[in-house]
T-cell receptor, first 116, second 113 residues
């Protein structure tokens, strides 16, 4: 099956620093990748949608200057949380799809970010 | 606009008894519907999906769901619960316009020994 990896699986950083999270599709080329945020005991919230080689589309209320998304290749997307603060602590999940008409996303295992 | 309502935040059943996780949706068109499972410290896994083919959809691990248009429901069932089924389950509908996934709030399934 289609496998999506995320790195790191967890990260602890100091307030004010930046953190980069990688999302890779291991055995398929992802035309579109998605970044979600999940708060404790809550559902997933879509942050942004990215297509390879173009700018990401951010959902309303998500700061594009704070959450930088780069989709440099068909197998790699990165999310950089800039100048992180404790309120950015969360579980970040990426997903990837290879064909929009197929209408199925494959999810990474998630990254737990804790900002001290 | 599409929306998804999972009617129970928690469901507790005994091992070996049937499981029913309820989901209602609203959609302007014929929707695509999914059930995902999230085990602790693991990634989301697709259990099954409905895309306007057969209304009774069979998924992995013995789960199935029935699409009922008249009731706008897509409930998830399993005849006999296993301890390994304990997890968070999400009902999801695909947006009509841009294929984005719209997530329900989740139902935590608790299995009692």
């Amino acid at each position: 099956g289609a496998v999506v990896s995320q790195h790191p699986s967890w990260v602890i950083c100091k307030s004010g620093t930046s953190v980069k999270i990688e999302c890779r599709s291991l055995d398929f080329q992802a035309t579109t990748m998605f970044w979600y945020r999940q708060f404790p005991k809550q559902s997933l919230m879509l942050m942004a949608t990215s297509n390879e080689g173009s700018k990401a589309t951010y959902e309303q209320g998500v700061e594009k200057d704070k959450f930088l998304i780069n989709h440099a290749s068909l197998t790699l997307s990165t999310l950089t949380v800039t100048s992180a603060h404790p309120e950015d602590s969360s579980f970040y999940i990426c997903s990837a799809e290879w064909d929009r008409e197929y209408n199925e996303q494959f999810f990474g295992p998630g990254t737990r970010l804790t900002v001290l | 606009a599409q929306s998804v309502t999972q009617l129970d935040s928690h469901v507790s059943v005994s091992e070996g008894t049937p499981v029913l996780l309820r989901c209602n949706y609203s959609s302007s068109y014929s929707p695509s519907l999914f059930w995902y499972v999230q085990h602790p410290n693991k990634g989301l896994q697709l259990l099954l999906k409905y895309t306007s083919a057969a209304t009774l959809v069979k998924g992995i691990n013995g789960f199935e769901a029935e699409f009922k248009k008249s009731e706008t429901s897509f409930h998830l069932t399993k005849p006999s619960a296993h301890m390994s089924d304990a997890a968070e389950y999400f009902c999801v509908v695909s947006s009509d316009s841009n294929y984005q996934l719209i997530w329900g709030a989740g139902t935590k399934l608790i299995i009692k020994p």
